[in-house]
């Protein structure tokens, strides 16, 4: 599975939008990228994932480059509970017998209220 | 539904000792998957059980082994415990293997094992 980098934190004020970066510069054209969230001491929660076009559900917004080598994560309208541990992953979406997830380092994200 | 549950959620061992952790997936749920979560190393992925077989195996020795029950349900062991085995040791099932349906995998709150 590709590398992903992603900063180790950031800070948003509480009802403004968060976006998370993540970079997959050697992603390659079968990857994913996977948003997953780790509150703390709770086991990590799905957000979304996608391959090439933007996606959003009732949580937040994928918005993946063109080239694929970068994709941002967007929460509309963060709240004091959106604090969390963010992780950016990209792996192979195949159709059974798959690995499991590779989780980096991710960002912590702090929503200052 | 019901989420992942898994038991006991906090333990206390000691060296040498060993340990069996369980694991319920969502009803309806064939895959579950084993990761741990230490400071150091962040999550890693153990091992994944679909329909009672091994799918999957992490770079773990091995001391660390599970299994999955007809009805999903999954254990797993790790024999002559050491220190550097304290952590917190989640399980994920989805509907098929590692989420590979919907990419999307649902944890349980954990099982932190400490070794003394």
């Known amino acids: 599975d590709a590398k992903t980098t992603q900063p180790p934190s950031m800070d948003c004020a509480e009802g403004r939008a968060a976006n998370l970066p993540c970079n997959h510069s050697?992603?390659?054209?079968?990857?994913?990228v996977y948003w997953y969230r780790q509150i703390h001491s709770q086991g990590p929660q799905y957000i979304i994932h996608g391959l090439k076009n933007n996606e959003t559900n009732e949580m937040a917004s994928l918005i993946i480059t063109e080239d694929r080598k970068s994709s941002t994560l967007i929460l509309p309208h963060a709240t004091l509970r959106d604090t969390a541990v963010y992780y950016c992953i990209v792996r192979v979406y195949s159709g059974g017998g798959a690995d499991g997830l590779t989780f980096g380092k991710g960002t912590h994200l702090i929503i200052q209220p | 539904k019901a989420g992942v549950t898994q038991t006991p959620r906090y333990l206390i061992k000691t060296r040498g000792q060993q340990v069996t952790l369980s694991c319920s997936p969502i009803?309806?749920?064939?895959?579950v998957s084993w990761y741990q979560q230490t400071p150091g190393q962040g999550l890693q992925f153990l091992f994944e059980y679909f329909s009672e077989t091994q799918r999957n195996k992490g770079n773990f020795p091995g001391r660390f082994s599970g299994r999955q029950f007809s009805n999903s349900r999954s254990e797993m062991n790790v024999s002559t415990l050491e220190l550097g085995d304290s952590a917190l040791y989640l399980c994920?099932?989805?509907?098929?293997?590692?989420?590979?349906?919907?990419?999307?995998?649902?944890f349980g709150e954990g099982s932190r094992l400490t070794v003394l």
């Open positions: 009803s309806g749920h064939r895959s």
């Open positions: 050697t992603i390659s054209g079968n990857e994913y």
């Open positions: 994920a099932s989805s509907l098929l293997a590692s989420g590979s349906n919907t990419g999307e995998l649902f």
